[in-house]
């Protein structure tokens, strides 16, 4: 009398098994392409995400905590002469040191670096207001550091343009953020501006030509 039950007991987990199996395996492959999708959105030199993860980031970190907000850009400086005189391994060496440095800096601060492409570099991160000039001043000191290359020293010269979230409107989103970071570092790298310089509102208004920020290859100003 009670071998009808077991059996229709045993019938319902065997039926159950035979769905749970393949949604397990279902899950682990969604898992798996997952990571192999954010594994090939990374650049393969340094390991760094790109602009969307860095724009989704400094989105993110604008909604929680605007007011400790800064955005970055770093631009490697001489790279074109290291890869002229030295190989293009020499300059790979360099930018992955970079790309090395600039994610664990700004995964301390409770932040993201991307590489942008080529030698460009930005990070979002958070940093007391207080303590922006003495942070950036540490960050340039930490990318200087030599690099061992095959037995040869390379020292890398980085370019910083730094935007402060708190010195600009409240409706400057990611992109005005970035477009001041980017113009800062280019009045630094060009010696217009001391390193240490921040962002001001109309670096980050500063309009575009062709989409991208005046004194950029390809790019033109109209005379005045």
Same mark, same amino acid.
């Given at each position: ?5 077991a059996? $229709?007991?045993r019938?319902?987990?065997l039926?159950?098994?035979a769905?749970?199996?393949? #949604?397990?395996?279902?899950?682990? *492959?969604?898992? $798996?392409?997952?990571r ?7 650049? /393969? ?6 602009? *969307?993860a ?10 929680a905590?605007?007011? #400790? ?27 992955a ?14 932040g ?6 080529g ?29 061992d ?23 400057? *989103?990611?992109s005005?953020l970035?477009?001041?970071?980017d ?7 060009t010696?217009?501006? /001391?390193?240490?310089y921040?962002?001001?509102?109309? *670096? ?10 005046p ?8 005379l005045a």
């Open positions: 009398m009670h071998a009808e039950p059996l $229709r007991q019938s319902r987990i039926a159950l098994a769905v749970a199996v393949p #949604l397990a395996v279902a899950v682990a *492959d969604d898992v $798996r392409v997952r192999h999708l954010q594994a090939a959105r990374r650049d /393969p030199l340094t390991g760094l995400p790109g602009r *969307d860095l724009q989704a980031r400094t989105v993110s970190l604008a909604r905590h605007r007011g #400790l907000l800064h955005v970055l850009v770093a631009d490697a400086d001489g790279l074109k002469t290291v890869n002229d005189t030295l190989g293009h391994a020499a300059g790979d060496t360099l930018i040191a970079i790309g090395h440095r600039l994610g664990a800096w700004a995964q301390a601060r409770g993201l670096a991307a590489r942008f492409g030698d460009e570099f930005a990070v979002a991160v958070l940093l007391a207001p207080a303590a922006t000039l003495r942070e950036v001043t540490a960050l340039r000191q930490l990318l200087a550091q030599p690099v290359h095959g037995g040869q020293t390379l020292t890398p010269a980085v370019s910083i343009g730094t935007a402060r979230a708190t010195d600009l409107p409240d409706a400057a *989103d990611t005005r970035l477009r001041g970071a113009m800062a570092m280019y009045l630094v790298k010696g217009e501006k /001391p390193p240490g921040l962002a001001t509102r109309h *670096d980050a208004y500063t309009p575009a030509v062709h989409g991208r920020r004194g950029r290859p390809g790019t033109h100003l109209p």
